[in-house]
């Protein structure tokens, strides 16, 4: 199992950014994908879910209204779309399945 982030990066307050995952070595259809983040100093902690079929998603309260997880089985990859980042939004972004991880992606908001 492989999951590769890409797309972090630095942005301003208020600003945006989307996040890949690209899943290889298992059948990504079959399984759900998390995003995860953690802060300096903080736990990691669950950021959304979305299902194997993309239909159910869940989100944290901090994000919820902000952030959007989605995905294309055909190309098997998950998405992060964060719109109205905040400072507190500063973290490594981390794809998951079942308890395999990515390496991350830093996001900084910062002006």
């Known amino acids: 199992v492989q999951l590769v982030e890409s797309g972090g990066g630095l942005v301003q307050p208020g600003g945006s950014l989307r996040l890949s995952c690209a899943a290889s070595?298992?059948?990504?259809?079959?399984?759900?994908m998390a995003w995860h983040r953690q802060a300096p100093g903080k736990e990691r902690e669950l950021v959304a879910f979305?299902?194997?079929?993309?239909?159910?998603?869940n989100y944290a309260d901090s994000v919820k209204g902000r952030f959007s997880i989605s995905r294309d089985n055909a190309k098997n990859t998950v998405y992060l779309q964060m719109n109205s980042l905040k400072p507190e939004d500063t973290a490594v972004y981390y794809c998951?399945?079942?308890?395999?991880w990515g390496q991350g992606t830093q996001v900084t908001v910062s002006s």
């Open positions: 979305i299902s194997s079929t993309g239909g159910s998603t």
């Open positions: 070595g298992f059948t990504f259809r079959s399984y759900g």
């Open positions: 998951r399945t079942l308890n395999f």
